[in-house]
């Protein structure tokens, strides 16, 4: 892994010399645009609205526009700023890990010791094992000021971007306003629902099946070029579509069909243990 920047955690008088590494990538296949005449990519240009001349990255500056003016700020200026040459993830707090919403997550990075000695790195990473707690961190990436969660994740510290609070939209939908009536049967037809499918999470059991699905169809069109059979080639994963029947009727098929599955997958496992059993 490339490290995409580095400086230190500072909490106190102590530093923690760090570099900062994404934790995360993107698995998708990556499509393009095309003419579909010919096939031929097609490519955006970077060409002034005045001159109308296409313009080479090293003459593009950012600017800020309003009704009146615009303003050009060049390279060096931006860099002038000095929250962008701060180098420094400060600790602002140490929080309960529980008090911070899920919804405020944004990226994720491994911060990965830097100095001679990662003493400061474990004696941090320790300590927010045992305390239990998760610090709040500030540093600047990218020409944003980040607020952050600092926490250990398999013997690493883990640094998770956060949204600001005003970047979060309230959830305002006038339908919840309504006055519903939830049967008592109905309540406890949807707990059974909910019970049949509870499980420890393991995230490796899942799949992104449209991914898959793009690949098949990419496969299938290398092979076939354009007298490719769609039908044929997804047979029945195609979707039917969702037949819409009655909650409570819903809520029974549904409790019915997730206790049949698991008996199902009860067998399998109870077979398969068998088989292995007698091999051994």
Same mark, same amino acid.
């Given at each position: 892994?490339? &490290?995409?920047?580095?400086?230190?955690?500072?909490?106190?008088?102590?530093?923690? #010399?760090?570099?900062?590494?994404?934790? @995360?990538?993107?698995?998708?296949?990556?499509?393009?645009?095309?003419?579909?005449?010919?096939?031929?990519?097609?490519?955006?240009?970077?060409?002034?609205?005045?001159?109308?001349?296409?313009?080479?990255?090293?003459?593009?500056?950012?600017? /800020?526009?309003?009704?009146?003016?615009?303003?050009?700020?060049?390279?060096?200026?931006?860099?002038?700023?000095?929250?962008?040459?701060?180098?420094? %993830?400060?600790?602002?707090?140490?929080?309960?890990?529980?008090?911070?919403? #899920?919804? *405020?997550?944004?990226?994720? /990075?491994? *911060?990965?010791?830097?100095?001679?000695?990662? !003493?400061?790195?474990? *004696?941090?990473?320790?300590?927010?094992? !045992?305390?239990?707690?998760? &610090?709040?961190?500030?540093?600047?990436?990218?020409?944003?000021?980040?607020? &952050? &969660?600092?926490?250990?994740?398999?013997?690493?510290?883990?640094? +998770?971007?956060?949204?600001?609070?005003?970047?979060?939209?309230?959830?305002?939908?006038?339908?919840?306003? +309504?006055?519903?009536?939830?049967?008592?049967?109905?309540? +406890?037809?949807?707990?059974?629902?909910?019970?049949?499918?509870?499980?420890?999470?393991?995230?490796?059991?899942?799949?992104?099946?449209?991914?898959? +699905?793009?690949? !098949?169809?990419?496969?299938?069109?290398?092979?076939?070029?354009?007298? %490719?059979? @769609?039908?044929?080639?997804?047979?029945?994963?195609?979707?039917?579509?969702?037949?819409?029947?009655?909650?409570?009727?819903?809520?029974?098929?549904?409790?019915?069909?997730?206790?049949?599955? !698991?008996?199902?997958?009860?067998?399998?496992?109870?077979?398969?243990?068998?088989?292995?059993?007698?091999?051994?």
């Amino acid at each position: 892994m490339k &490290a995409i920047w580095s400086g230190a955690i500072s909490f106190g008088l102590v530093n923690v #010399p760090v570099k900062l590494y994404s934790a @995360t990538e993107d698995h998708d296949v990556e499509l393009h645009q095309v003419h579909d005449k010919d096939g031929g990519r097609i490519h955006y240009e970077r060409r002034c609205e005045i001159c109308g001349e296409i313009v080479p990255y090293k003459h593009i500056e950012r600017a /800020y526009a309003d009704e009146e003016e615009t303003i050009v700020l060049a390279r060096e200026e931006l860099d002038s700023i000095p929250q962008e040459r701060d180098r420094e %993830i400060s600790v602002v707090e140490f929080v309960p890990s529980e008090q911070i919403d #899920p919804m *405020l997550f944004e990226r994720s /990075y491994y *911060l990965a010791p830097s100095g001679k000695s990662p !003493k400061a790195y474990v *004696l941090l990473r320790r300590t927010l094992e !045992k305390t239990e707690k998760t &610090a709040v961190v500030k540093f600047a990436l990218r020409q944003r000021t980040r607020l &952050a &969660a600092l926490r250990v994740r398999d013997n690493v510290l883990l640094l +998770q971007t956060l949204l600001w609070p005003d970047e979060i939209r309230e959830a305002e939908f006038p339908s919840l306003d +309504q006055s519903v009536r939830i049967s008592a049967k109905e309540m +406890q037809l949807s707990a059974a629902l909910v019970k049949s499918f509870t499980d420890d999470f393991k995230p490796e059991q899942f799949k992104d099946e449209y991914q898959e +699905q793009l690949r !098949k169809l990419i496969e299938a069109k290398r092979r076939a070029g354009d007298a %490719i059979d @769609t039908d044929e080639t997804f047979g029945d994963e195609e979707d039917k579509g969702v037949e819409v029947i009655d909650l409570m009727d819903a809520l029974k098929q549904s409790v019915e069909r997730s206790r049949k599955t !698991k008996r199902r997958g009860t067998r399998k496992t109870s077979a398969s243990k068998k088989r292995a059993t007698r091999a051994s």
